[in-house]
Each structure stands twice: as structure tokens, then as C-alpha cells.
């Protein structure tokens, strides 16, 4: 089955620095890419998502980025706010409807310092 | 419009009792599925189902059943509960579109 891995665990940024996640797939057969956004005691909520005919998608403050030759993403996050703070999962599936589910990273405490 | 809800929020249960924790979306999405949220651990997939009358097995289906008898629905099922089940269950439902929208899930805790 896939394994996804995620790095860092934790990271904490200066507020108005860039925050950069990565994670990486190891089934060649995953081709729907999403990143969710969880705060405390809440639902993981998606904040970005890409597919693999995709290199490069990118939504004002954030972007991902898509390497299918080495398997791997990664989440950008620019001009990071205090709002930004929370845990951050990426996720693949192997199906382009994402029949079989999500296989979810371990997830990166993200922490903006003022 | 609801989107996806969960049934019920909390819970405590003894070692050994049953329940069922209850799913409902109202966006008439085809796929259905529950995940186990444990700390460290990211969301695992228990069970999911494409459509009413299908179920299949996830990652960690050990422990669990599962039923889609309407399309809306999808109820998750502990027979014997474990101290082991003790985590946040969230559901989500998706398809068309690949993005899954997840409710807001249930806190179980089994003593």
C-alpha cells in the first residue's frame, strides 16, 4: 500500500517568513495530492490540492509543488501570518476519484512566532 | 446545507460495550469514509465505502464494521470496544470531485 512520509515534524517561522513542508509518496500510482489544514479540536479543513499532470499550483499565500520522477511534494507558505498556526497533513491517493481514501503524512506543527 | 455531520460528539465507553457512530452528508456524494485520528499518527483509514450496499477495508479495519444502507449514511460500528479504539473518528465524503469533506468528528475515549 502507499506510505506517505512528512518532514518536519515541527517548525517554527518568524512571522512574515516563508514556511516550507515536504513529504514524500511511494506509490508511482498516486495522482491526487491534498493538504489539509487542522486547528485544535477541530476538522482537517483543504487548503490546497494538486494532481499529477500538474508540476506547480498556487493560491495567493500558498502553493504546492509536485516532483513525480522522485515522489514527492511540498506545501509553501509565504508572508506567514499568526493564523497560519496549526498542524498541517499532507495526504495521496492512487485514484483520481479518491475511491480507496486518503493516505495521510504524520502531520507538521506548524508554529508562526511574533 | 449541513454538509458532513457526526453522531454523536463525545462518548465514553467501558472495555467490552458496543456502539455505532453515525455519518451523515447531504451533499449526495458517492464515496464515504471513516478515519481514526490518534496523536503522532495522522488520520488512518478504518473503512470506506463508493456507494450504497458497498463497504471495504481500509488500513486498520481490525475492531470495526461498517454499513452503508442509504446513500447518505454511513455508520461505524465497535462490537467489543478496546482501550486501543480510544481516538477522535472523523468521516468525510467526496465524488465526484477527489476533495473529501470531513465532519467534525467524535472524541471516544474506552476505559
Known amino acids: 500500500g502507499e506510505n506517505v512520509e512528512q518532514h518536519p515534524s515541527t517548525l517554527s517561522v518568524q512571522e512574515g517568513d516563508s514556511a516550507v513542508i515536504k513529504c514524500t509518496y511511494s506509490?508511482?500510482?498516486?495522482?491526487?495530492f491534498p493538504w489539509y489544514k487542522q486547528e485544535l479540536g477541530k476538522r482537517p479543513q483543504l487548503i490546497i490540492d494538486?494532481?499529477?499532470?500538474?508540476g506547480e499550483k498556487k493560491d495567493q499565500r500558498i502553493a504546492v509543488t509536485l516532483n513525480k520522477t522522485a515522489k514527492h511534494f511540498s506545501l509553501h507558505i509565504t508572508e506567514t501570518q499568526p493564523e497560519d498556526s496549526a498542524v498541517y497533513f499532507c495526504?495521496?491517493?492512487?485514484?483520481?476519484?479518491?475511491?480507496?481514501?486518503?493516505?495521510f503524512g504524520k502531520g507538521t506543527h506548524l508554529i508562526i512566532q511574533p | 446545507n449541513a454538509g458532513v455531520t457526526q453522531t454523536p460528539k463525545f462518548r465514553v465507553l467501558k472495555t467490552g460495550q458496543s456502539m455505532t457512530l453515525l455519518c451523515a452528508q447531504d451533499?449526495?456524494?458517492?464515496?464515504m469514509y471513516w478515519y481514526r485520528q490518534d496523536p503522532g499518527m495522522g488520520l488512518r483509514l478504518i473503512h470506506y465505502?463508493?456507494?450504497?450496499?458497498?463497504?471495504a477495508k481500509g488500513e486498520v479495519p481490525d475492531g470495526y464494521n461498517v454499513s452503508r444502507l442509504k446513500k447518505q449514511n454511513f455508520l461505524l460500528g465497535l462490537e467489543s470496544a478496546a482501550p486501543s479504539q480510544t481516538s477522535v473518528y472523523f468521516c468525510?465524503?467526496?465524488?465526484?470531485?477527489?476533495?473529501?469533506?470531513f465532519g467534525p468528528g467524535t472524541r471516544l475515549t474506552v476505559t
Open positions: 468525510a465524503s467526496s465524488y465526484p470531485n477527489p476533495q473529501q469533506y
Open positions: 506509490d508511482s500510482a498516486s495522482n491526487y
Open positions: 494538486i494532481r499529477s499532470n500538474v
Open positions: 495526504a495521496a491517493s492512487s485514484e483520481g476519484g479518491g475511491a480507496d481514501g486518503l493516505t
Open positions: 451533499m449526495n456524494h458517492e464515496y
Open positions: 465505502s463508493v456507494g450504497e450496499g458497498t463497504t
